[in-house]
T-cell receptor, first 113, second 114 residues
Framework: KQEVTQIPAALSVPEGENLVLNCSFTDSAIYNLQWFRQDPGKGLTSLLLIQSSQREQTSGRLNASLDKSSGRSTLYIAASQPGDSATYLCAVRPVIGNNDMRFGAGTRLTVKP | DGGITQSPKYLFRKEGQNVTLSCEQNLNHDAMYWYRQDPGQGLRLIYYSQIVNDFQKGDIAEGYSVSREKKESFPLTVTSAQKNPTAFYLC?????????????FGDGTRLSIL
């Protein structure tokens, strides 16, 4: 069964710092990997989706990479801002199963002014 | 404005009571999903529906029921058989089920026990 792990569970950085969030998964047979942002008490907002055949995706200050063979993805945030403070979740869609997504528990990011 | 609307935002359940969470989408998506989120855990799938009048159990379907009578609506009932219902419930939809389609989420309903 696919397991998704995100480390660290929480991260606090000063404004302006570049940072990397990590996501690992146990089974490399995936259709895609998606990174989400969740603000307190809110739903999930999709940030980036990487297909299994792709290595990375970029949107503004965000860059997500995928190394399917090693079961890892990273989300790079450049020049962090206080408005980036949120919980970031990654999820994979396994090839085998119910076509549902498997989520990590998230990394809670705080960017201090 | 296209999107997913969940209501109510907060819901309280008494012992032995069934409660229904609403999820409506105007994105013309075929697939809809219900997830449960507990503190410190990833989202877990309760039920999903690929098309009208069809739905499938997810990992934690016990104590829950759903219906899909209309394409735009996928209500979730938390029955009295669900002994630990306190959680944040998220509804999502995608163009079709599976493959490379991203999921879009509503703002969630927080359910608590009185």
């Amino acid at each position: 069964k696919q397991e998704v792990t995100q480390i660290p569970a929480a991260l606090s950085v000063p404004e302006g710092e570049n940072l990397v969030l990590n996501c690992s998964f146990t089974d490399s047979a995936i259709y895609n990997l998606q990174w989400f942002r969740q603000d307190p008490g809110k739903g999930l907002t999709s940030l980036l989706l990487i297909q299994s055949s792709q290595r990375e995706q970029t949107s503004g200050r965000l860059n997500a990479s995928l190394d399917k063979s090693s079961g890892r993805s990273t989300l790079y945030i450049a020049a962090s801002q206080p408005g980036d403070s949120a919980t970031y979740l990654c999820a994979v869609r396994p090839v085998i199963g119910n076509n549902d997504m498997r989520f990590g528990a998230g990394t809670r990011l705080t960017v201090k002014p | 404005d296209g999107g997913i609307t969940q209501s109510p935002k907060y819901l309280f359940r008494k012992e032995g009571q069934n409660v229904t969470l609403s999820c409506e989408q105007n994105l013309n998506h075929d697939a809809m999903y219900w997830y449960r989120q507990d503190p410190g855990q990833g989202l877990r799938l309760i039920y999903y529906s690929q098309i009208v009048n069809d739905f499938q159990k997810g990992d934690i379907a016990e104590g829950y029921s759903v219906s899909r009578e209309k394409k735009e609506s996928f209500p979730l009932t938390v029955t009295s058989a669900q002994k630990n219902p306190t959680a944040f419930y998220l509804c999502a939809s995608s163009i079709v089920s599976g493959g490379d389609q991203p999921q879009h989420f509503g703002d969630g309903t927080r359910l608590s026990i009185l």
